[in-house]
């Protein structure tokens, strides 16, 4: 099976499984930047950032023997996945995910359109700054539920809370955001 | 807020790539090898502590073999096969001995009449009162005495011959019960009573004796030394530290619904989970049984356990469904200590009860887990701490022939709690398994 590249994902993981280093470090070469950023929306420091992606490398690298490869996609969802899992697990163990609720975080409605339109337009760089200004907590749901599309229900049980504090979280999350967004958007004025 | 926002972000967001991290392939690369590495010293140190163990039990096997061939040798059948042998020197002795009867000077009737051999029994005290009377008649008795004895003699070779009597030792009889019973009815022809109870009592016992023991029951003997080579299933098992079951320390869980593709709505109503589990285990052992006496034996060895537990979550949704599959395995090398009594023994059957403990040690544990996006993702539990149990057995025993038997094990085993999390075995602490196996009887 190969994509508008011409890459034979069948044949790279046939060659990854065998131990084949070249096929290694094509599939990082492949997947590396994305994987980057994905971490990057979970872990802020960049060196655990570092260590996350190498432990989800190695990880995709010894279990791939059981991923069937369909296509690019494919590949990538798959290797998405270690990787939010890679990251969850360090934020854990660093007892990063504090999910109190602050009643001093509520914040008033804001309108939606200029929400709307902020998020649009402004650089996707300074977007994933300001997740990354986000508390732990709330930016791990965040991205779980808005960005991996995972249902509060699974949310809960990974990260051990109740659906009703999730759906909490993540409402606290989005205001929070908002409020970073646009608090960004009136500075660029 | 609305839908919008997040979708906008999700569209921005999902798709996007940063420059990697510096240095980051290099330090991948360098792990590779390094697992490599650690994987080739842990197979060979695992190697290296597998021959270790089988070579102490092979040690320890042979100077049990040898201490059991050896004790043997200076044991019972060499002192049956002296005691006849000193039974049959005294018998000669006898036979050698002066005869005062036919020692008498007196009488030259009897000297020509008496035929004594070295071999012949003679009579070794004095005669009774009845010596003064016809010296023929003692002379007719002790001749056809000596017929007795020598047919005794001839049945005396043949028992010392026979290997099923050498191991026996030669019990004493009551004296003479053969010999009076024929010099009774060699006496009728006499006119007189004669005594013959003095010659028998000092005679030595025969060998003869030696068939009262081939004539007794049959009965299993028990072998010194056996080995045991055994297979065991589990039949069923009681007690469960809980069927949610995904071991504590497991890596976050998969999100099982999410889809390659980004585009595809999710749906967040409540989803149906069903679970199932599947645990095999699988248990080899090899052990050798030493024989205390009749009844009772002790045994040990080394045991090899597998177990195989399969989970499988099923999640049904509104929209779809998925599932999510984990596999954990657990190797464990044991060594049990049991004490068997044999309850019933007749012929080629045997019965037994057999009760016991058993230290473990985990060799290797695993768990894997796969979703139906096929993610996997392994990890290690191995248990550094040793595992107890006690053991409880009830074992059928068929001697298909003399050194070769088989067994059926019906047994209960109960493992205590070691501390640990994710051990499989707490997972079921309580269990009934049936071991069929071989016996191999290296002893006499």
Redo the contacts between chains.
């Keep these: 099976m190969t994509n508008s590249a011409g890459i034979d994902y069948q044949q790279l993981v046939h060659d990854i499984i065998k131990g084949n280093r070249v096929a290694m470090q094509e599939m990082y070469n492949l997947t590396v930047r994305n994987m980057t950023a994905v971490c990057t929306r979970y872990v802020v420091n960049q060196e655990d950032v570092k260590d996350v992606l190498q432990e989800s490398y190695l990880k995709a690298f010894s279990g791939i023997r059981t991923f069937t490869p369909h296509d690019e996609n494919s590949l990538m969802a798959w290797l998405r996945r270690i990787v939010v899992n890679e990251s969850l697990m360090l934020l854990r163990r660093k007892k990063r995910l504090n999910l109190l609720v602050n009643i001093d975080d509520v914040e008033e409605d804001i309108p939606e359109p200029e929400l709307t339109a902020s998020a649009s337009t402004m650089d996707i760089g300074d977007l994933m700054a300001l997740i990354q200004q986000l508390p732990d907590g709330y930016r791990t749901i965040l991205n779980l539920y808005a960005i991996e599309k995972i249902p509060h229900s699974r949310i809960a049980s990974m990260l051990g809370i109740s659906e009703g504090t999730s759906a909490s979280q993540y409402y606290r999350a989005r205001k929070q955001l908002a409020k970073l967004i646009l608090k960004h958007q009136n500075k660029e004025l | 807020?609305?839908h919008?926002?997040?979708d906008?972000?999700?569209d921005?967001?999902?798709?996007?790539?940063?420059?990697?991290?510096s240095?980051?392939?290099q330090?991948?690369?360098n792990?590779?090898g390094r697992?490599?590495n650690e994987k080739k010293s842990l197979v060979a140190s695992r190697r290296n502590l597998i021959r270790a163990i089988a070579g102490a039990a092979a040690t320890a096997l042979m100077a049990v073999v040898m201490w059991t061939a050896l004790s043997d040798e200076s044991n019972t059948p060499s002192q049956g096969t002296s005691t006849v042998s000193h039974a049959n020197e005294q018998f000669a002795q006898a036979h050698t001995s002066p005869n005062p009867i036919t020692q008498d000077d007196s009488s030259p009737h009897e000297k020509g009449s008496v035929k004594s051999p070295s071999h012949k029994p003679q009579a070794s005290v004095t005669a009774p009162q009845y010596q003064s009377q016809s010296h023929s008649h003692i002379s007719n008795l002790s001749g056809t005495v000596s017929q007795v004895e020598e047919d005794m003699i001839a049945q005396n070779q043949e028992i010392e011959h026979s290997p099923s009597t050498r191991e026996e030792p030669v019990s004493t009889r009551p004296q003479g019960v053969t010999r009076a019973e024929t010099a009774q009815l060699t006496t009728d022809s006499l006119t007189e009573p004669v005594d013959t109870t003095m010659i028998i009592i000092n005679e030595p016992a025969p060998p003869l004796q030696q068939l009262w023991a081939v004539t007794e029951p049959t009965r299993n003997k028990q072998p010194k030394l056996e080995f045991t080579l055994s297979y065991n299933g589990n039949l069923a098992s009681a007690g469960s530290s809980g069927d949610n079951v995904f071991s504590d320390s497991s890596?976050?869980?998969?999100?099982?619904?999410?889809?390659?593709?980004?585009e595809?709505?999710?749906?967040?109503e409540?989803?149906i989970v069903k679970e199932k589990e599947q645990m095999v285990p699988v248990r080899v052992g090899l052990e050798a049984w030493y024989t205390i006496n009749e009844k009772w034996r002790v045994g040990s060895g080394l045991v090899y356990t597998r177990m195989t537990r399969k989970m499988t979550t099923t999640y049904t949704g509104p929209d779809k469904s998925t599932w999510s599959k984990k596999t954990e395995t657990a190797s464990y090398l044991g060594i049990p200590l049991e004490v068997s009594r044999i309850l019933w023994n007749r012929r080629r059957w045997a019965l037994y009860a057999s009760a016991g403990a058993m230290i473990e040690f985990n060799l290797k544990s695993e768990s894997?887990q796969?979703t139906q996006?096929?993610?996997?993702?392994?990890k290690d539990f191995r248990d550094r701490r040793p595992q107890f149990s006690a053991i409880a057995r009830l074992g059928l025993q068929y001697n298909v022939a003399d050194r070769v038997g088989l067994f059926l094990e019906p047994g209960a085993s109960y493992y205590f709690h070691n501390g640990a999390d994710d051990n499989l075995y707490m997972k079921h602490p309580f269990r009934f398994d049936i071991s069929l196996g071989i016996k191999l009887n290296l002893g006499k």
């Design positions: 807020m609305n919008d926002f997040i906008i972000l999700h921005r967001l999902s798709q996007h790539e940063m420059a990697e991290p240095g980051l392939w330090e991948i690369d792990s590779l697992s490599l890596p976050v869980s998969v999100p099982e619904n999410s889809s390659p593709d980004p595809e709505p999710h749906n967040q409540t989803a894997r796969e996006t096929e993610l996997y993702n392994k």
